[in-house]
Nanobody, 129 residues
């Protein structure tokens, strides 16, 4: 299994940028699909960005397209979420998630939280107007 630890959250003003990081440890040699989710108070958790193991297929929530970018550094075993032009509506706890996939599913992007087995503890992002 893999352990995930997020960092990089904080309190910023609208229009600012943040980069979230998710450090993975453990069985990082296994093929995983990755995602960033967020959960705002009294709202359901939603996928913000996700990509398949081979990173050729990517998903973004409509409201963050052209503002957020998901990426990973395989050498550092780290997943990133670059967020720009932040809006108060982006305020939430952000989680990274991973699920081991087979070779057959290397191109599959998973966007539901029940697809993912491994989760970080979350990092708070607060955007003030």
């Amino acid at each position: 299994q893999v352990q995930l630890v997020e960092s990089g959250g904080g309190m910023v003003q609208a229009g600012a940028s943040l980069r979230l990081s998710c450090a993975a440890s453990g069985r990082t040699e296994i093929r995983y699909a990755w995602a960033w989710f967020r959960q705002a108070p009294e709202k359901e958790r939603e996928a913000v960005a996700a990509f398949a193991w081979n990173a050729t297929s990517t998903y973004y929530l409509d409201s963050v397209k052209d503002r957020f970018t998901i990426s990973r550094d395989n050498a550092m075993n780290t997943l990133y979420l670059q967020m720009s032009a932040l809006e108060p509506e982006d305020t939430a706890v952000y989680y990274c998630a991973a699920v081991a996939v087979s070779h057959r599913n290397s191109n599959t992007v998973y966007t539901k939280d029940y697809n993912y087995l491994f989760w970080g503890q979350g990092t708070q992002v607060t955007v003030s107007s």
